[in-house]
Protein backbone atom coordinates (compact mmCIF):
# COMPACT_ATOMS: atom_id res chain seq x y z
CA UNK A 1 0.00 0.00 0.00
CA UNK A 2 1.31 3.45 -0.67
CA UNK A 3 2.11 5.81 2.15
CA UNK A 4 0.53 9.37 1.23
CA UNK A 5 0.00 12.27 3.83
CA UNK A 6 -4.13 12.26 3.71
CA UNK A 7 -5.07 15.27 1.47
CA UNK A 8 -3.46 12.80 -1.25
CA UNK A 9 -4.73 9.97 -0.24
CA UNK A 10 -7.92 10.86 -0.08
CA UNK A 11 -7.57 11.78 -4.08
CA UNK A 12 -5.55 8.87 -5.10
CA UNK A 13 -6.51 6.09 -3.08
CA UNK A 14 -8.44 3.49 -5.18
CA UNK A 15 -7.86 5.21 -8.12
CA UNK A 16 -5.88 4.59 -10.92
CA UNK A 17 -6.08 5.28 -14.82
CA UNK A 18 -8.18 2.93 -16.49
CA UNK A 19 -5.48 0.55 -18.31
CA UNK A 20 -7.70 0.50 -21.84
CA UNK A 21 -8.70 4.06 -22.24
CA UNK A 22 -6.66 5.99 -20.01
CA UNK A 23 -9.45 7.58 -17.91
CA UNK A 24 -8.27 9.48 -15.16
CA UNK A 25 -11.89 8.30 -13.24
CA UNK A 26 -12.73 4.77 -12.88
CA UNK A 27 -15.24 4.06 -15.48
CA UNK A 28 -19.19 3.06 -13.87
CA UNK A 29 -18.44 -0.89 -14.76
CA UNK A 30 -22.81 -0.83 -15.40
CA UNK A 31 -22.57 -5.03 -16.13
CA UNK A 32 -24.27 -7.92 -13.93
CA UNK A 33 -21.91 -10.31 -15.39
CA UNK A 34 -18.32 -10.64 -17.23
CA UNK A 35 -17.04 -13.24 -20.36
CA UNK A 36 -14.93 -16.27 -19.48
CA UNK A 37 -12.59 -17.42 -22.20
CA UNK A 38 -13.30 -21.21 -20.83
CA UNK A 39 -15.13 -22.32 -17.54
CA UNK A 40 -13.00 -20.85 -14.67
CA UNK A 41 -10.46 -18.60 -16.89
CA UNK A 42 -11.66 -15.26 -16.47
CA UNK A 43 -10.02 -11.49 -15.46
CA UNK A 44 -10.88 -11.40 -11.69
CA UNK A 45 -14.32 -10.96 -12.92
CA UNK A 46 -17.59 -13.48 -13.00
CA UNK A 47 -20.41 -11.85 -11.70
CA UNK A 48 -21.20 -8.44 -10.66
CA UNK A 49 -22.62 -9.41 -7.27
CA UNK A 50 -19.35 -10.93 -6.26
CA UNK A 51 -16.69 -8.49 -8.12
CA UNK A 52 -17.15 -5.63 -9.63
CA UNK A 53 -14.42 -3.49 -10.35
CA UNK A 54 -15.94 0.07 -9.48
CA UNK A 55 -16.41 -1.05 -6.04
CA UNK A 56 -13.29 -2.94 -5.71
CA UNK A 57 -11.48 0.55 -6.55
CA UNK A 58 -14.03 1.93 -3.77
CA UNK A 59 -13.33 -0.97 -1.42
CA UNK A 60 -9.40 -0.20 -1.83
CA UNK A 61 -10.18 3.82 -1.03
CA UNK A 62 -12.14 2.65 1.97
CA UNK A 63 -8.99 0.75 3.40
CA UNK A 64 -6.63 3.02 2.71
CA UNK A 65 -8.55 5.83 4.08
CA UNK A 66 -9.14 4.03 7.28
CA UNK A 67 -5.62 2.81 7.42
CA UNK A 68 -6.76 -0.49 6.48
CA UNK A 69 -5.59 -3.73 5.17
CA UNK A 70 -9.20 -4.73 3.50
CA UNK A 71 -12.77 -2.67 2.95
CA UNK A 72 -15.98 -3.93 1.69
CA UNK A 73 -18.72 -2.22 0.42
CA UNK A 74 -21.96 -2.44 0.89
CA UNK A 75 -26.04 -1.42 -0.13
CA UNK A 76 -26.27 1.25 3.24
CA UNK A 77 -24.76 1.34 6.82
CA UNK A 78 -27.80 -1.15 8.49
CA UNK A 79 -26.73 -3.45 5.56
CA UNK A 80 -22.85 -3.53 6.57
CA UNK A 81 -23.86 -3.52 10.27
CA UNK A 82 -26.06 -6.50 9.61
CA UNK A 83 -22.94 -8.72 7.50
CA UNK A 84 -21.04 -7.91 11.33
CA UNK A 85 -23.76 -9.69 13.19
CA UNK A 86 -24.26 -12.87 10.92
CA UNK A 87 -20.78 -13.60 11.99
CA UNK A 88 -22.09 -14.55 15.24
CA UNK A 89 -24.33 -17.79 16.02
CA UNK A 90 -27.79 -18.19 18.57
CA UNK A 91 -26.57 -17.52 22.07
CA UNK A 92 -24.01 -15.64 21.45
CA UNK A 93 -23.56 -12.10 22.90
CA UNK A 94 -23.22 -8.33 21.74
CA UNK A 95 -22.32 -5.59 24.43
CA UNK A 96 -23.88 -2.61 22.84
CA UNK A 97 -23.31 1.28 23.63
CA UNK A 98 -26.96 2.78 25.27
CA UNK A 99 -26.88 5.66 22.78
CA UNK A 100 -26.56 4.73 19.19
CA UNK A 101 -28.02 5.19 15.62
CA UNK A 102 -31.67 4.31 16.19
CA UNK A 103 -31.83 1.90 13.04
CA UNK A 104 -28.54 -0.10 14.41
CA UNK A 105 -30.93 -0.78 17.84
CA UNK A 106 -33.67 -1.95 15.39
CA UNK A 107 -31.83 -4.61 13.59
CA UNK A 108 -30.39 -5.71 17.17
CA UNK A 109 -33.41 -5.78 19.09
CA UNK A 110 -36.15 -6.36 16.50
CA UNK A 111 -34.46 -8.50 13.95
CA UNK A 112 -31.54 -10.57 15.37
CA UNK A 113 -33.12 -10.92 19.36
CA UNK A 114 -35.48 -13.02 17.33
CA UNK A 115 -32.12 -15.70 16.33
CA UNK A 116 -31.03 -16.06 19.36
CA UNK A 117 -28.57 -13.26 19.71
CA UNK A 118 -28.26 -11.25 23.15
CA UNK A 119 -27.63 -7.81 22.97
CA UNK A 120 -26.54 -6.00 26.55
CA UNK A 121 -26.30 -2.36 25.96
CA UNK A 122 -23.84 -0.47 28.92
CA UNK A 123 -22.61 3.28 28.99
CA UNK A 124 -19.77 2.63 27.15
CA UNK A 125 -18.40 6.11 27.87
CA UNK A 126 -16.95 4.35 30.81
CA UNK A 127 -14.97 1.26 29.88
CA UNK A 128 -15.21 -0.35 32.55
CA UNK A 129 -19.02 -0.88 32.44
CA UNK A 130 -17.58 -2.73 29.43
CA UNK A 131 -15.48 -5.20 31.38
CA UNK A 132 -18.43 -5.78 34.24
CA UNK A 133 -20.87 -6.57 31.47
CA UNK A 134 -18.09 -8.84 29.71
CA UNK A 135 -19.17 -12.87 29.83
CA UNK A 136 -17.49 -16.25 28.22
CA UNK A 137 -20.88 -15.63 25.67
CA UNK A 138 -19.50 -12.32 24.84
CA UNK A 139 -18.32 -12.31 21.18
CA UNK A 140 -18.91 -9.15 20.23
CA UNK A 141 -18.71 -5.11 21.33
CA UNK A 142 -20.37 -2.42 19.09
CA UNK A 143 -19.66 1.15 19.95
CA UNK A 144 -20.32 4.49 18.22
CA UNK A 145 -18.28 7.49 19.20
CA UNK A 146 -19.14 10.21 18.89
CA UNK A 147 -22.97 8.63 19.93
CA UNK A 148 -26.09 9.80 17.74
CA UNK A 149 -27.47 11.70 19.06
CA UNK A 150 -25.58 13.10 22.66
CA UNK A 151 -22.40 13.17 21.25
CA UNK A 152 -20.78 10.88 23.73
CA UNK A 153 -17.27 9.89 23.69
CA UNK A 154 -15.66 6.45 24.10
CA UNK A 155 -12.13 5.55 24.44
CA UNK A 156 -11.46 3.39 22.01
CA UNK A 157 -8.06 2.25 23.23
CA UNK A 158 -9.59 1.38 26.87
CA UNK A 159 -12.30 -0.98 25.08
CA UNK A 160 -10.32 -2.26 22.87
CA UNK A 161 -7.43 -3.70 25.26
CA UNK A 162 -10.70 -5.05 27.47
CA UNK A 163 -11.89 -7.21 24.07
CA UNK A 164 -8.60 -8.22 23.05
CA UNK A 165 -7.76 -9.39 26.79
CA UNK A 166 -11.39 -11.47 26.90
CA UNK A 167 -11.25 -12.98 22.67
CA UNK A 168 -14.27 -11.08 21.00
CA UNK A 169 -14.28 -8.60 18.25
CA UNK A 170 -14.53 -4.91 18.60
CA UNK A 171 -15.94 -2.77 15.77
CA UNK A 172 -16.65 0.88 15.97
CA UNK A 173 -19.26 2.66 14.16
CA UNK A 174 -17.23 6.27 12.81
CA UNK A 175 -20.00 7.56 10.96
CA UNK A 176 -19.84 10.69 13.27
CA UNK A 177 -16.14 11.39 12.66
CA UNK A 178 -15.17 9.86 9.22
CA UNK A 179 -12.05 8.94 8.76
CA UNK A 180 -10.31 12.31 8.82
CA UNK A 181 -11.03 12.91 12.21
CA UNK A 182 -10.55 9.33 13.61
CA UNK A 183 -9.35 6.19 12.69
CA UNK A 184 -10.22 3.08 14.75
CA UNK A 185 -8.13 0.51 13.84
CA UNK A 186 -4.82 2.39 14.56
CA UNK A 187 -6.58 2.79 18.01
CA UNK A 188 -6.72 -1.39 18.31
CA UNK A 189 -10.37 -1.82 16.73
CA UNK A 190 -11.28 -4.83 14.70
CA UNK A 191 -13.53 -3.39 12.41
CA UNK A 192 -14.57 0.10 11.53
CA UNK A 193 -18.12 0.49 10.13
CA UNK A 194 -19.24 3.65 8.34
CA UNK A 195 -22.56 4.81 6.65
CA UNK A 196 -21.04 5.94 3.80
CA UNK A 197 -24.18 8.01 3.07
CA UNK A 198 -23.12 10.59 5.36
CA UNK A 199 -19.68 12.01 5.76
CA UNK A 200 -17.70 9.77 2.97
CA UNK A 201 -20.52 10.24 -0.23
CA UNK A 202 -20.84 14.10 1.23
CA UNK A 203 -23.53 15.02 -0.92
CA UNK A 204 -26.52 13.17 0.12
CA UNK A 205 -26.98 11.74 -3.20
CA UNK A 206 -25.92 7.90 -2.50
CA UNK A 207 -26.57 5.20 -0.05
CA UNK A 208 -24.34 3.11 0.79
CA UNK A 209 -22.42 1.47 3.60
CA UNK A 210 -18.64 -0.29 4.41
CA UNK A 211 -16.76 -2.20 6.52
CA UNK A 212 -13.06 -1.85 7.00
CA UNK A 213 -10.50 -4.77 9.04
CA UNK A 214 -6.70 -5.68 9.20
CA UNK A 215 -7.57 -9.44 9.49
CA UNK A 216 -7.48 -11.50 6.51
CA UNK A 217 -9.89 -14.17 7.93
CA UNK A 218 -12.15 -12.06 9.10
CA UNK A 219 -12.18 -10.50 5.77
CA UNK A 220 -13.30 -13.22 4.02
CA UNK A 221 -15.69 -14.12 6.70
CA UNK A 222 -17.57 -10.82 5.47
CA UNK A 223 -16.79 -11.15 2.07
CA UNK A 224 -18.41 -14.57 2.15
CA UNK A 225 -21.42 -13.21 4.10
CA UNK A 226 -21.71 -9.75 1.32
CA UNK A 227 -21.28 -12.45 -1.25
CA UNK A 228 -23.78 -15.27 -0.19
CA UNK A 229 -26.38 -12.35 1.32
CA UNK A 230 -25.87 -9.69 -1.66
CA UNK A 231 -26.18 -6.30 -0.13
CA UNK A 232 -23.86 -4.98 -2.71
CA UNK A 233 -24.15 -0.91 -3.97
CA UNK A 234 -24.35 -0.90 -7.55
CA UNK A 235 -21.74 0.77 -9.61
CA UNK A 236 -23.36 3.88 -9.98
CA UNK A 237 -23.35 3.91 -6.14
CA UNK A 238 -19.61 3.36 -5.61
CA UNK A 239 -18.85 5.85 -8.62
CA UNK A 240 -20.51 8.55 -6.15
CA UNK A 241 -18.63 7.47 -2.94
CA UNK A 242 -15.42 7.63 -5.23
CA UNK A 243 -16.26 10.98 -6.02
CA UNK A 244 -16.86 12.06 -2.69
CA UNK A 245 -14.13 11.00 -0.84
CA UNK A 246 -11.61 13.33 -3.32
CA UNK A 247 -13.14 15.84 -0.73
CA UNK A 248 -13.26 14.84 2.62
CA UNK A 249 -10.47 16.41 3.86
CA UNK A 250 -11.86 19.70 2.60
CA UNK A 251 -15.20 19.29 3.75
CA UNK A 252 -14.49 17.92 6.81
CA UNK A 253 -12.44 21.52 7.69
CA UNK A 254 -15.24 23.44 7.14
CA UNK A 255 -17.67 21.20 8.97
CA UNK A 256 -15.44 21.29 11.99
CA UNK A 257 -14.71 24.96 11.52
CA UNK A 258 -18.94 25.51 11.30
CA UNK A 259 -19.89 22.66 13.97
CA UNK A 260 -17.28 25.08 16.81
CA UNK A 261 -18.86 28.28 15.94
CA UNK A 262 -22.73 27.47 15.98
CA UNK A 263 -22.24 25.04 19.07
CA UNK A 264 -20.01 28.03 20.96
CA UNK A 265 -23.22 30.31 19.87
CA UNK A 266 -25.96 27.58 21.18
CA UNK A 267 -24.21 27.39 24.44
CA UNK A 268 -24.44 31.26 24.89
CA UNK A 269 -27.97 31.65 23.86
CA UNK A 270 -30.65 32.39 26.44
CA UNK A 271 -33.14 30.24 25.11
CA UNK A 272 -31.02 27.28 24.63
CA UNK A 273 -30.85 24.66 28.11
CA UNK A 274 -27.98 22.83 26.73
CA UNK A 275 -25.58 21.68 23.95
CA UNK A 276 -24.15 18.25 23.25
CA UNK A 277 -20.37 18.27 21.11
CA UNK A 278 -17.63 17.07 21.95
CA UNK A 279 -15.13 19.83 21.51
CA UNK A 280 -16.24 21.79 25.07
CA UNK A 281 -13.17 21.36 27.69
CA UNK A 282 -15.61 21.23 30.26
CA UNK A 283 -17.31 17.53 28.43
CA UNK A 284 -16.68 14.74 31.01
CA UNK A 285 -14.62 12.89 28.06
CA UNK A 286 -13.00 15.67 26.56
CA UNK A 287 -9.78 14.81 27.10
CA UNK A 288 -10.33 11.14 25.44
CA UNK A 289 -11.84 13.13 22.33
CA UNK A 290 -9.06 15.57 22.01
CA UNK A 291 -6.63 12.09 22.35
CA UNK A 292 -8.29 10.42 19.63
CA UNK A 293 -10.00 12.42 17.22
CA UNK A 294 -7.95 15.21 15.08
CA UNK A 295 -11.31 17.80 15.04
CA UNK A 296 -14.63 17.40 17.01
CA UNK A 297 -16.80 17.62 13.68
CA UNK A 298 -20.28 19.30 12.16
CA UNK A 299 -22.55 16.84 14.34
CA UNK A 300 -24.05 18.48 17.67
CA UNK A 301 -27.45 18.61 19.24
CA UNK A 302 -29.28 21.17 21.92
CA UNK A 303 -32.21 21.26 24.20
CA UNK A 304 -34.48 24.71 24.51
CA UNK A 305 -35.21 25.70 28.02
CA UNK A 306 -38.86 25.75 26.62
CA UNK A 307 -39.05 21.94 25.52
CA UNK A 308 -42.45 21.61 25.20
CA UNK A 309 -43.56 19.88 22.10
CA UNK A 310 -44.90 22.85 20.51
CA UNK A 311 -41.72 25.07 20.95
CA UNK A 312 -39.73 22.28 19.75
CA UNK A 313 -42.18 21.68 16.53
CA UNK A 314 -42.23 25.52 15.68
CA UNK A 315 -38.11 25.47 15.59
CA UNK A 316 -37.79 22.54 13.65
CA UNK A 317 -40.27 23.54 11.34
CA UNK A 318 -38.96 27.42 11.05
CA UNK A 319 -35.27 27.38 9.34
CA UNK A 320 -34.61 27.86 6.06
CA UNK A 321 -30.98 26.61 5.41
CA UNK A 322 -30.81 23.89 7.79
CA UNK A 323 -33.28 21.57 6.36
CA UNK A 324 -35.77 19.44 8.36
CA UNK A 325 -34.72 15.70 7.29
CA UNK A 326 -33.12 12.65 8.32
CA UNK A 327 -29.71 11.58 7.59
CA UNK A 328 -26.44 13.78 8.16
CA UNK A 329 -22.71 14.66 6.86
CA UNK A 330 -24.18 16.39 3.52
CA UNK A 331 -22.38 19.51 2.28
CA UNK A 332 -25.55 21.14 3.23
CA UNK A 333 -27.46 21.75 6.75
CA UNK A 334 -30.19 19.62 8.15
CA UNK A 335 -31.71 19.51 11.02
CA UNK A 336 -33.27 16.69 13.16
CA UNK A 337 -35.74 15.70 15.58
CA UNK A 338 -34.20 12.09 16.68
CA UNK A 339 -37.53 11.03 19.10
CA UNK A 340 -39.96 11.31 15.91
CA UNK A 341 -37.53 10.63 13.39
CA UNK A 342 -34.10 8.70 13.78
CA UNK A 343 -34.31 7.49 16.77
CA UNK A 344 -38.71 6.65 17.02
CA UNK A 345 -37.74 2.86 16.55
CA UNK A 346 -36.07 2.97 20.26
CA UNK A 347 -38.55 2.86 22.86
CA UNK A 348 -39.54 5.90 24.66
CA UNK A 349 -38.41 4.66 28.18
CA UNK A 350 -35.48 3.16 26.82
CA UNK A 351 -34.57 7.04 25.11
CA UNK A 352 -35.28 9.29 28.35
CA UNK A 353 -33.35 6.77 30.30
CA UNK A 354 -30.50 7.13 28.95
CA UNK A 355 -30.51 11.20 28.20
CA UNK A 356 -32.52 11.58 24.98
CA UNK A 357 -35.41 13.64 25.97
CA UNK A 358 -38.41 14.28 23.65
CA UNK A 359 -37.05 17.81 22.90
CA UNK A 360 -33.68 17.32 21.87
CA UNK A 361 -32.63 19.09 18.50
CA UNK A 362 -30.06 17.21 16.64
CA UNK A 363 -27.90 19.19 13.91
CA UNK A 364 -25.32 18.20 11.17
CA UNK A 365 -23.95 21.34 10.42
CA UNK A 366 -23.12 22.20 6.76
CA UNK A 367 -20.12 23.74 4.76
CA UNK A 368 -22.40 27.32 4.07
CA UNK A 369 -20.81 30.63 5.89
CA UNK A 370 -21.01 29.89 9.11
CA UNK A 371 -22.86 33.42 9.60
CA UNK A 372 -25.87 32.21 7.55
CA UNK A 373 -26.23 29.39 9.64
CA UNK A 374 -26.08 31.27 12.95
CA UNK A 375 -28.46 33.99 11.64
CA UNK A 376 -30.97 31.15 10.31
CA UNK A 377 -31.00 29.51 13.85
CA UNK A 378 -31.60 32.87 15.52
CA UNK A 379 -34.17 33.52 13.74
CA UNK A 380 -36.10 30.48 14.23
CA UNK A 381 -34.94 30.32 17.85
CA UNK A 382 -36.07 33.81 18.29
Known amino acids: ?32 TFVQEAPGKHKGFEYARS ?7 LEEAYAQIEHGKYALAFSSGVAATDAVIKLLQPGDEVIAANDMYGGTY ?5 VFEKFGIIFTFVDTTNAE ?24 ITDIEAVAAITKSNNCLLCVDNTFASPHLQNPLTLGADIVMHSATKYLGGHSDVIQGC ?5 KQLRDDLYFIQKSCGAVPGPQDCFLVLRGIKTLHVRMQR ?8 AHWLRKHPKVAKVYWPGFEDNKNFAIAKKQMHGFGGMLSFELKNDSIEEVNRVLSTTHLFSLAESLGGVESLINHPASMTHA ?38
Open 211 to 215: LIMND
Open 51 to 57: QNPTRFA
Open 106 to 110: RLFTK
Open 1 to 32: MKVWKSATKYIHAGMEPDASTGAVMVPIYQTS
Open 345 to 382: SIPRKERIKNGLNDGLIRLSVGIEDADDLIEDLKNAIG
Open 129 to 152: NVSKAISAKTKLVWIETPTNPLMN
Open 255 to 262: HCENGEKI
